[in-house]
């Protein structure tokens, strides 16, 4: 019997604006298990960024239960969920969000300096073992301007996978990659699944969307398909199959 | 969450401006550079007039005739030409007084001193052998004239610095030589060690001592005498001594009880307060004046502060992301304001220190650094950056993790 990492019921999100009332969710529900990985697709507008935000506790549902490793998260206060965060979350964005004129390492560590029960020492051993884990330990002291893109995107990866979160969420984290970079950083997220961890990648793109195992499309708010992907595309293999005119890294 | 964490981040996000951090505290290094220095000189001038006056004399009780009397058309006599004082009051004084343990009659006129072809302007004080006591004044050679001159009314004197300088050649021995002061011939039988200019600015050493009874009797004649000098037993009974040289000369003036009194007393610690008073207005004020730049400096790292905070959105979106609670982004605001004020106040002393020790190489003016004014502008600045950093950091604080990480 495998775990339910996550577990919403008719989860609704609205928004005041002003006289207007937006329905940016009109009642999801779906679970997700421990070791899934889950594509969520839709066109703009269709209410990704936002349910992806309740997933990670930036943001609470209006109407609707939502059971986080078992915890229900509607009953938490801002600073529980900031712990929550902290502890069984790792995010990646778009835009890297990683801290200027600051080392690799250092930002990899971050999300460990709001944790008091880890040491210093704990802490760099991580953060090495992270870097690792996305192939950039020769790169720690390098400032993120001194990276490309991919590189910056995974050290954003490295610093969502050292506090051991129950699973990974992330927001069109390919959309400011180019092809080749976005196969490459696929190809690190299918690695991290197959290593056990639980994955929920927005996107709008459905070739990214066909190296995960389920994808769930969403329009307008709510749910219009939610399917098992049989054929499960390697990104390794697709990343080999580029042709050569694409080897340009973003 | 971990206050050595805190630290860390503070100061690394310190690490990652720090310019605009320099920047930041420019205002409290300037305050905390003008309070340490203005303190300084306000101090140290306050001291030196201290050490001025009390090289006058620190028990000194001084007492000159006075009069509200007018007469004429409404004008107040001239106090010299009061006669309410006389030797009686001496006498009197030094039988019954309990509190002064020396008293010296004096009178003194201005006049020409001559030696051979060298003249020179000045005055001639006479009074008894206590006076060089009440002064706390000793010769530098030659000895102080006795009861025996004075009884005699002898033509003998001690003169200051400023007298030798000016009447013999350098190197000649003065004791034993005779001046004529107003043609009156004296024999120098001492020399007074230099005393340099009092608090006024007068010089002390531009004076001749003789026996009063000879300034008396050979140069004005007159039988009163002009002031009376005193020293009470010590600085802290100069009160009791001078109520009871009050009683002491009303009755020896006899004084009915609804008479004003026909003497005024001072004595040197009023003055001595005078002067500290005035000295230490003067340290308000400048003090004043630094710590207004030192708030002005706090209001720099406020403005500052709110800007890095919109500036910095997105990062306190992304550490809110990771797990930061609204106390943490808070702590963290406020710490790097206060370690900016503490850095800036650190960097303020050593200025503030240094400024002053240069004011007082290359402008000669006397400056005394002191503690209190270095621990007084730390904790101001620790406080300083506490408040105005407080509401940047609880903007920051306040924040939505959404919208600050989506800001641009
Ligand atoms: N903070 C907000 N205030 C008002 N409306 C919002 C807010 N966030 C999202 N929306 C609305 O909710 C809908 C879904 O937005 P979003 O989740 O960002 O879509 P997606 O990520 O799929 O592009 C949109 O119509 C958007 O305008
Ligand atoms: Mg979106």
């Known amino acids: 019997m495998t775990k339910k990492i996550l577990d919403i019921q008719n989860l609704k999100r609205e928004f005041k604006m002003g006289e207007e ?38 943001d609470k549902p209006t109407e609707g239960v939502y059971l986080l490793d078992g915890v229900n998260i509607g009953k938490l206060s801002r600073n529980e969920l900031a712990k929550i965060r902290n502890e069984k979350i790792g995010f990646v964005f778009q835009s890297y969000n990683l801290l200027p004129r600051t080392s690799a390492i250092e930002n990899v560590e971050l999300p460990l300096l709001y944790n008091p029960a880890v040491s210093k020492s704990e802490r760099e051993k991580r953060a090495l073992v992270s870097l690792e884990a996305v192939k950039l330990s020769d790169r720690k002291d390098h400032l993120p301007n001194q990276m490309s893109g991919g590189q910056q995107q ?22 400011n990659l180019d092809t080749k970079t976005s196969y490459e950083i696929m190809a690190l997220i299918q690695e991290l699944n197959q290593q056990g961890k639980t994955i929920v990648f927005v996107t709008h793109e459905p070739d990214i969307a066909s190296f995960s195992s389920r994808t769930i499309t969403l329009r307008d708010g709510r749910i219009i398909r939610d399917a098992r992907n049989e054929n499960i595309r390697s990104a390794k293999k697709a990343l080999a199959e580029l042709p050569v005119s694409e080897e340009i890294e973003g | 969450m971990k206050l050595t964490n805190l630290l860390q981040i503070a100061i690394r996000a310190l690490q990652r401006n720090k310019l605009r951090a320099l920047l930041t505290m420019l205002g409290i290094i300037i305050g905390v550079a003008a309070v340490i220095a203005m303190v300084a000189i306000g101090q140290g001038s306050k001291q030196s007039i201290q050490a001025q006056l009390s090289s006058m004399g620190s028990n000194m009780i001084t007492v000159r005739p006075y009069s509200n009397v007018t007469v004429g058309g409404g004008a107040r006599l001239d106090q010299s030409g009061l006669q309410t004082l006389t030797l009686n009051d001496i006498k009197a004084i030094q039988s019954e007084s309990k509190f002064i343990n ?42 102080s004239f006795n009861n025996e001159n004075i009884a005699a009314a002898a033509k003998v004197c001690l003169v200051g610095q400023t007298i030798v300088n000016n009447l013999f050649n350098p190197g000649e021995d003065p004791v034993g030589k ?20 009092n608090a006024f600015g007068s010089d002390q050493d531009d004076i001749i001592l003789a026996p009063y009874t000879t300034v008396q009797q050979r140069i004005l004649a007159i039988p009163y005498i002009q002031n009376i000098y ?29 008479d004003d009194d026909d003497f005024l007393i001072r004595t040197m610690s009023e003055l001595i307060n005078t002067f500290s008073s005035t000295s230490q207005l003067l340290t308000v004020l400048l003090t004043a004046i630094a710590a207004i730049s030192l708030v002005i400096g706090g209001i720099g790292i406020m403005n500052i502060m709110y800007v890095s905070v919109t500036e910095r959105t997105k990062e306190i979106g992304l550490r809110m992301s990771i797990g930061a609670r609204g106390i943490d982004i808070l702590m963290q605001f406020l710490i790097e304001a206060i370690v900016i004020s503490i850095i800036g106040g650190i960097i303020g002393v050593l200025l503030g220190i240094g400024a002053s020790q240069l004011i007082s190489i290359f402008l000669k003016w006397p400056t005394l650094i002191s503690v209190s ?27 939505d993790p959404i919208e600050a990480l989506h800001y641009e």
Request: aromatic letters at 6%; a positive charge; one cysteine or more.
């Open chain 2, 373 to 399: 004014s270095i621990v007084i502008s730390f904790a101001v600045c620790g406080i300083t950056g506490i408040f105005f950093g407080y509401y940047p950091a609880v903007k920051a604080s306040r924040l």
């Open chain 2, 102 to 143: 020396e008293v010296s009659p004096a009178v003194s006129a201005r006049g020409q001193v001559i030696n051979g072809n060298k003249n020179w302007p000045t005055q001639i004080m006479g009074v008894s052998p206590d006076y060089l006591k009440i002064r706390d004044w000793s010769l530098k050679e030659g000895v």
């Open chain 1, 154 to 175: 995974r050290v954003a990866i490295a610093r969502a996978l050292i506090n051991h979160p129950v699973m990974i969420l992330a927001d069109e984290a390919t959309g």
């Open chain 2, 178 to 197: 005779i001046i004529r002061f107003n043609k009156i011939p004296f024999t120098i039988i001492g020399v007074l060690s230099a005393k340099g200019e």
């Open chain 1, 21 to 58: 009332i937006v329905r940016a969710l009109k009642g999801i529900s779906f679970s997700v298990d421990e070791g899934e990985f889950i594509t969520i697709m839709g066109a703009s507008g269709s209410g990704k960024t936002t349910l992806l935000n309740i997933l990670g506790c930036l």
């Open chain 2, 230 to 258: 005193a020293a009470s037993t010590s600085e802290s009974t100069t009160d009791s001594a001078v109520a009871e040289l009050t009683n002491i000369l009303r009755k020896s003036h006899k004084l009915k009880p609804s």
